[in-house]
């Protein structure tokens, strides 16, 4: 299956944030399932960045 993840599932993921809910971590690590990230979460991601330095 292929899920399309937003930003804040990308970053609590790659942060082990413990808001992300145990289900939603084990699909993506789920080696059988496609993972998709849109362009638009990495531009928000870069804005949200830039603007804390």
């Known amino acids: 299956m292929a899920y399309l993840l937003d930003k804040h ?8 944030d413990g808001i992300l ?3 939603s971590k084990n699909l993506i690590q789920d080696f059988r399932n496609v993972c998709l990230v849109s362009i638009a979460s990495l531009w928000k991601i870069t804005i949200k960045v830039q603007k804390e330095n």
């Open 9 to 16: 599932a990308i970053l609590w993921f790659m942060a082990g």
């Open 21 to 23: 809910p145990n289900k």
